[in-house]
Antibody, heavy 119, light 110 residues
Framework: EVELLESGGGLAQPGGSLRLSCAAS????????MTWVRQAPGKGLEWVSS????????HYADSVKGRFTISRDNSKTTLYLQMNRLRADDTALYYC????????????WGQGTLVTVSS | QSVLTQPPSVSAAPGQRVTISCSGS????????VSWYQHLPGTAPKLLIY???KRPSGIPDRFSGSKSGTSATLGITGLQTGDEGDYYC???????????FGGGTKLTVL
């Protein structure tokens, strides 16, 4: 059974940093693209970032480019999202997702971890 | 405001059929695969359709997808009250090298 367990969310101050983690199991992690998607309160889904199976190619939404960094450790079957220079509009539920939106879709989603950016 | 346009809401009676449209451009839908997601209250989103018209295992054939040019459509037949929720289309935006979602459509089963 595929499991994606996010952690690392919480309260951060504007300008601060957080690192999200996603522990994956139940599928061949080292051959899967992975994606982060977020949903701000009362808003729709927003694609944030993705990377290929080996981390060799990464992509970012314009809204987070230069501030967020996606990475993975295939030996630990874990996906990360380092979030720096946080802003109030980064407040959202962050989902770890297996797959890439460009092909075969985002086929398994975690339950999400809540990030709140506020002073 | 998303580059993919979906109607904010649709509604139909139980047992009826509904379609949800997703309109884009040659930079996204026109040259990339489309996927559809169901987001029910209190749950994580679920993949309904991938690669325009394919259903993952376990998704009933009440759900269908199609694409024509720069638009895509999700169809749901035999509506059930349990289908009430938000539906999103998604694809790749080639000019940005980034993924994009539609704004979402709220389905109400009357």
């Amino acid at each position: 059974e595929v499991e994606l367990l996010e952690s690392g969310g919480g309260l951060a101050q504007p300008g601060g940093s957080l690192r999200l983690s996603c522990a994956a199991s139940g599928f061949p992690f080292d051959s899967s693209s992975m994606t982060w998607v977020r949903q701000a309160p009362g808003k729709g889904l927003e694609w944030v970032s993705s990377l290929t199976f080996n981390g060799g190619s990464t992509h970012y939404a314009d809204s987070v480019k230069g501030r967020f960094t996606i990475s993975r450790d295939n030996s630990k079957t874990t996906l990360y999202l380092q979030m720096n220079r946080l802003r109030a509009d980064d407040t959202a539920l962050y989902y770890c997702v297996k797959g890439g939106i460009y092909s075969s879709g985002l086929d398994y989603w975690g339950q999400g971890t809540l990030v709140t950016v506020s002073s | 405001q998303s580059v993919l346009t979906q109607p904010p809401s649709v509604s139909a009676a139980p047992g009826q059929r509904v379609t949800i449209s997703c309109s884009g451009s040659s930079s996204n839908i026109g040259n990339n695969y489309v996927s559809w997601y169901q987001h029910l209250p209190g749950t994580a989103p679920k993949l309904l359709i991938y690669d325009n018209d394919k259903r993952p295992s376990g998704i009933p054939d009440r759900f269908s997808g199609s694409k024509s040019g720069t638009s895509a459509t999700l169809g749901i037949t035999g509506l059930q009250t349990g289908d009430e929720g938000d539906y999103y289309c998604g694809t790749w935006q080639s000019t940005l090298s980034a993924g994009v979602f539609g704004g979402g459509t709220k389905l109400t089963v009357l």
